[in-house]
């Protein structure tokens, strides 16, 4: 009998062991679970979330972003993301890996429900487990979401509407924060070790909770059938009470120089234990992205990019920040010895900290809101206070983005910013460099913002831009044929997301 991993919960604790050594060397038998499985499981399945952001997520969206180039030291060959030849095997890892961890924090979250004053690990599995289900969203559209994580008793689950499991994961985020707020006294407090992004603060969680709602209800703002049901939805956030993300989220589970062990975004694109590049430099910064920050004179610029020439970790190269077209072919002048990669702000080392969701997104989404006269709130304040927790997120002084933002400059400065949107969306875009590409590549399909980013110079493209979301994989039309056809002909050009206008 055929079956997909992300399907099966026999194949829960698959995504603990990837966490670090420290919390998950252990032997467990799954049939016979203690009562520190959910602890082990939680630890394990958070690092897994931070690698889908910072590893999985970017490898494709950061160049449809704007974000990223592809090295020309590197044949072009078969390179889908400036090609954009999509087929049902690419980045299928998406789809599976964010089951895999749906299915850990689904177990989390039923597991705690029968051990006493685990009240706070059954709120973040729920939360976390709405990341996923809304990655899946915003690169599928339709999926399996009633009828998923439920083992054997359902090996051919049907696809649900895509805006009906939006709002179901605004409901969990409800019932997230009221399970923190409501919590009894004794419930148990997650450890350090456990809980590696808020260390047990379920204020944080909670924070988070309406964040991730206010990020979910903004990416149905073109929608005006929705309108009713965000409205409801605002009312609920305010009504608890919780506020919103005023701290970045980190996550870190103890990274360190060692195999498996070292920070998922330096692994990808920084140097292996071995001090070994192997194909670790083919993702370059893109001249779109660097030209925004330098022409912008944004001291950010030091912190995201790298000179040419200096090694990951460093930035000692003598020549000037340079970013790659978009889609250039292979050719000297792009090689990885004269181009930039990424900087210290971003990738200081293989024990840095992943940013899981940071302040500044934060603030940016708060201020899309209240200008939208959604939620009560200064836009102003807000568009300024994301681009300073930008700055000072990256490692730049708070009186470097005082300055920034009253430099004169459209969409720098309020005042001189004819589009405010616009204005809000880009640095919100800017605040996301390599840090979180979905997100930006999200506003790019919803709002056209930044509407400036340039077309693939590849000749051998087979469409002006790029698409628009992925392709169900091909797992799915081997295993769960009749329910993926169900779905009917999916292009990555046409196809749109629910929430694309």
């Not at 954009?84 to 299915?103: D, E, G, I």
């Not at 305010?238 to 989220?249: I, T």
């Not at 975004?265 to 925004?292: C, H, K, M, P, Q």
Request: with cysteine; net charge negative; glycine share 6%.
């Amino acid at each position: 009998m055929k079956k997909n991993i992300f399907y099966t919960i026999i194949a829960i604790l698959l995504v603990a062991v990837i966490g670090c050594k420290d919390y998950l060397d252990v032997n467990i038998n799954p049939n016979a679970p203690t009562v520190t499985v959910p602890d082990l499981v939680l630890s394990g399945a958070l690092t897994e979330s931070a690698r889908i952001l910072s590893a999985d997520m970017n490898a494709y969206a950061a160049y449809w972003a704007g974000y990223w180039s592809a090295s020309g030291t590197y044949s072009n060959s078969g390179d889908i993301r400036r090609f954009f030849n999509l087929n049902n095997t690419n980045f299928q890892n998406v789809w599976s890996n964010c089951y895999l961890n749906a299915a850990n924090y689904n177990y989390v979250e039923n597991a705690s429900k029968s051990i006493a004053n685990y009240d706070n690990f059954r709120a973040i599995s729920k939360i976390m487990k709405v990341y996923d289900f809304h990655t899946l969203i915003d690169n599928y559209g339709n999926i399996p979401y009633t009828s998923a994580l439920k083992g054997f008793k359902s090996l051919s689950p049907t696809y649900d509407d895509a805006s009906v499991v939006y709002e179901a994961l605004s409901a969990q985020l409800d019932s997230a924060v009221a399970i923190i707020q409501n919590a009894p006294t004794g419930t148990v407090v997650l450890a350090k070790t456990v809980d590696i992004m808020f260390q047990g603060d379920m204020n944080n969680w909670a924070k988070l909770a309406n964040t991730m709602n206010l990020r979910l209800l903004l990416r149905q703002s073109e929608i005006g059938s929705k309108s009713a049901f965000i409205t409801a939805e605002l009312a609920k956030i305010n009504a608890n009470g919780a506020g919103f993300l005023d701290s970045d989220a980190i996550i870190n589970p103890g990274y360190a120089k060692a195999t498996n062990l070292q920070n998922p975004f330096w692994e990808t694109n920084g140097l292996g234990v071995g001090d070994d590049i192997g194909n670790r430099d083919y993702n370059r910064a893109s001249e779109y992205s660097v030209r925004y920050f330098v022409l912008g004179t944004d001291p950010r610029a030091d912190l995201l990019f790298r000179r040419p020439g200096s090694a990951p970790g460093t930035n000692t190269g003598t020549a000037g920040y340079k970013g790659i077209p978009f889609g250039a072919p292979p050719d000297a002048d792009w090689a990885t010895s004269k181009t930039s990669a990424f900087g210290l702000g971003v990738m200081p080392g293989p024990a840095g900290n992943v940013v899981f969701f940071s302040n500044a997104q934060s603030q940016f989404l708060q201020a899309e809101a209240a200008f939208r006269g959604w939620i009560i709130g200064d836009p102003r304040a807000l568009y300024e206070a994301g681009i300073t927790a930008s700055f000072t997120m990256l490692g730049e002084s708070e009186a470097s983005a005082t300055a920034y933002y009253n430099s004169g400059n459209d969409y720098q400065d309020w005042d001189n910013s004819p589009d405010k949107l616009k204005a809000i969306i880009t640095q919100k875009w800017a605040a996301n460099t390599s840090i979180d590409a979905m997100e930006a590549w999200s506003d790019v399909r919803r709002l056209n913002i930044p509407g400036d980013l340039p077309q693939s110079l590849e000749p051998l493209k087979i469409n002006p831009t790029p698409p628009i979301r992925l392709l169900y994989p091909q797992t799915e039309y081997s295993n769960n044929a009749s329910a993926v056809a169900a779905q009917g002909s999916i292009d990555q050009f046409t196809s749109k997301i629910f929430w694309q206008p």
